[in-house]
Structure formats: structure tokens, C-alpha cells
């Protein structure tokens, strides 16, 4: 795992300890999922946005900040980044439909990752 992501995911974890006066992280655990899942569609759309607006520098601005609020969903599941690497790491190598039509009923939505991934193979 990246040393990034591996400090990141440190930070995250002593944050929940933290006074939510003090820590925007803190904040956000202490109003719970709802809130951080709301601030993820917020960055998602942001993200989209700056896509389609073709800059470069704020597409990278915006993702690393969809990138950080995933992570802090992930941190208040009791997850890490080092779960979704490895679902990614085992998808290596499968077909992006393959996969698709392997996964349970009700779990293939459209533009999932692994279907972007077999595209850029």
C-alpha cells in the first residue's frame, strides 16, 4: 500500500478520538455516516465537474478531495484503504464484463470501476 495512503488511514483513525471542535474529521464521524456519504456525492459531483470542464489542475483537486472523503467513509465503516486495494489488485486481469456478471444480483451498477479498469487494459 502506498505510504500516502498508509499515513492517511493512521490520521483517520487517531481523528476518531479527537474533539469534533478541533477536527473537521472528528466532525464528520460524530455526525455520522449520512453526513460522509453526503460530503462524497458533494466531491463526486465536483469531481464531474471539473471533468467536464477539461482542467487538469482542479480534476486533480477534486479527486484527491473524493479520494480523502472515501477514505473517511471507509475509516468510520472500520475499513481501509488496504481493502479496496486489494479488491482492485484481484480484479488485475479479468475482464471488466466478466467480473460484471459475476458479482451478486443487485450489485452491478453502471460505471463501476472494474468495467473502467477492463477499458483501460
Do not use: C, N
Not at 495512503?5 to 469534533?20: S, T
Not at 460530503?39 to 464531474?48: H, L, M, P, R, S
Not at 477534486?62 to 468510520?76: G, Q, R
Request: aromatic letters at 4%; hydrophobic letters at 40%; a negative charge.
Amino acid at each position: 500500500m502506498s505510504e500516502v495512503l498508509q499515513r492517511l488511514a493512521g490520521v483517520l483513525e487517531e481523528r476518531k478520538q479527537a474533539d469534533p471542535a478541533k477536527s473537521y474529521v472528528a466532525g464528520l464521524y460524530a455526525r455520522g455516516l449520512d453526513t460522509i456519504l453526503k460530503k462524497i456525492g458533494e466531491e463526486a459531483t465536483e469531481t464531474v465537474l471539473a471533468a467536464k470542464d477539461g482542467d487538469p489542475d482542479r480534476v486533480v483537486r477534486e479527486t484527491a478531495d473524493l479520494w480523502f472523503h472515501s477514505l473517511v467513509m471507509l475509516a468510520h465503516l472500520g475499513l481501509g484503504p488496504e481493502a479496496v486495494l486489494a479488491e482492485l489488485e484481484r480484479r488485475f486481469g479479468l475482464s471488466g464484463l466478466a467480473e460484471k456478471s459475476a458479482r451478486p444480483a443487485g450489485a452491478q451498477s453502471v460505471g463501476h470501476a472494474s468495467e473502467r479498469q477492463s477499458h483501460a487494459r
